[in-house]
């Protein structure tokens, strides 16, 4: 029997056989590894080049198009980032500008590749969220290559392209899913009185749907009121929940908005501190379609039972929100660790931002940009989902979301907030991937 040798790292309590010690010099083959990896980690740092492939370049087209450029990967390569992020350069785009971005995507369509078509996907869903462009002209060439997902693209679809998905649905078992979420994205008085019929004599395909035809309406964020018309679900206004610039006791502007503060009051299923996912001016102008009657809108909500089902609470005269005698605890609701929030959300300081943006801004939760926002559209990471008030039963309005991942870099989830103004009840919901 061949005699194992020590392997020559100090406390390293391997023995190898002679020939792998002629191999490695007297390693083990994990330390011999682990030599290779650092002499390798060394060779990059000192050889690692930053790459500045925005480097003099002004225009915006140009520098978008580089950063929906795929990057190749190489270890010694270290791209240097662009100082505006790319839903910031959208946001700023002159009309000329954009238009030109548009014509760009259309000529990757074009190409016929896929990962073309991925990019050109991906600037149009820009335009459309970012800037709420209208994008009626390449529609026509999405549908030629059959792409119908996402449904947003085809929000100002012109009425030939919505009648010829009226008729398509009727046959196309493969796309009808998507085309249904196209037609509640159109959402028309056309799509509308279509979505009626369909309720009143339901066509034979209704059977291979999940769910009936009118309610691909909510992914759109609206619904089919029992009496057949549109019920907007959602408010155009759209403000960006943001980090402050100036700290909390410096504001000047009377705490016109404040968000993720600790509560006074205490969730009864887990005992824990409630939080204050909002506290804004209800006059300010993301909130004054609502026209309330009291100063502030305070929503509620516990951080942690929050995440297993929806918790109710009720506004009383002035504002102050109590924990709704009508929530129902879930049957599942998981033990807390106090170490599974590393974090505090109330030393974030966050404000609402001064200009509005775009409806659907944060619309597909799978683009780049942050999310929190109180109006607009909601960025479901499931699907479209909005509690019915537990006073009146019908659907509750989205106020507003605050996404963890923005503000904290192990943070992921996002809470959905809605109010039923009838009956000055506000819910919350919770998803993540
Ligand atoms: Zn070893
Ligand atoms: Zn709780
Ligand atoms: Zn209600």
């Not at 919505?162 to 799509?191: A, C, F, K, M, P």
């Not at 609402?352 to 926002?373: G, K, V």
């Not at 039923?420 to 009840?425: L, Q």
Request: glycine share 4%.
């Amino acid at each position: 029997m061949t005699e194992r040798i020590p392997c020559k790292t100090e406390g390293c309590k391997a023995t190898i056989l002679p020939t792998t010690a002629a191999k490695t010099g007297g390693y083990c083959m994990p330390c011999h590894q682990e030599q290779e990896r650092q002499k390798r980690q060394a060779y990059i740092e000192k050889h690692r080049k930053t790459v500045d492939l925005y480097e003099g370049l002004t225009d915006p087209v140009d520098i978008l198009k580089i950063m929906h450029a795929p990057k190749q990967y190489d270890p010694l390569i270290q791209y240097a980032p662009y100082p505006l992020s790319k839903e910031q350069l959208y946001v700023t785009l002159t009309t000329d500008q954009a238009a030109r971005m548009l014509s760009f995507a259309e000529d990757l369509l074009k190409e016929d590749d896929a990962d073309k078509t991925d990019i050109a996907e991906n600037i149009l869903l820009s335009l459309v969220c970012y800037r709420n462009d209208n994008i009626a002209a390449v529609l026509p060439k999405l549908l030629e290559q059959g792409i119908y997902h996402p449904a947003i693209l085809f929000k100002d679809a012109t009425p030939e392209i919505r009648d010829h998905l009226i008729r398509q649905v009727e046959w196309d078992d493969d796309n009808r899913n998507h085309i249904l979420l196209i037609l509640g994205w159109i959402g028309d008085s056309e799509v509308i009185n279509q979505f009626r019929e369909w309720r009143s004599n339901p066509p034979k395909w209704v059977d291979k749907l999940y769910v009936a035809p009118e309610i691909y309406a909510l992914d759109a964020g609206w619904e089919l009121t029992s009496d057949g018309g549109r019920r907007d679900l959602i408010n155009g206004m759209n403000y960006a929940i943001e980090k402050a610039k100036e700290p909390k006791h410096s504001r000047t502007e009377a705490h016109a908005a404040d968000f993720l503060t600790n509560s006074i009051s205490t969730c009864p299923w887990c005992s824990g501190k409630l939080i204050t996912l909002m506290d804004v001016n209800a006059n300010h102008s993301s909130l004054a379609y609502l026209n309330l009657q009291t100063e502030r809108l305070r929503v509620e909500t516990c951080e942690r039972c929050g995440c297993f089902g929806t918790i109710y609470m009720d506004l009383d005269r002035d504002g102050v929100p109590t924990w709704s005698r009508l929530n129902r605890e879930p049957d599942y609701l998981r033990i807390f660790d106090e170490e599974d929030y590393g974090y505090d959300p109330a030393a974030w300081n966050l404000t609402l931002s001064d200009e509005p943006r775009s409806p659907f801004y944060a619309a597909i939760w799978t683009l780049s940009q942050p999310d929190s926002q109180i109006g607009g559209h909601p960025s479901w990471v499931q699907d479209a989902e909005y509690p019915e008030c537990p006073c009146c039963h019908k659907r509750m309005r989205f106020i507003g979301q605050v996404d963890w991942a923005d503000f904290d870099n192990y943070g992921e989830g996002i809470f959905y907030m809605f109010l039923c103004a009838e009956d000055m009840m506000t819910a919350t919901l919770y998803q993540q991937s």
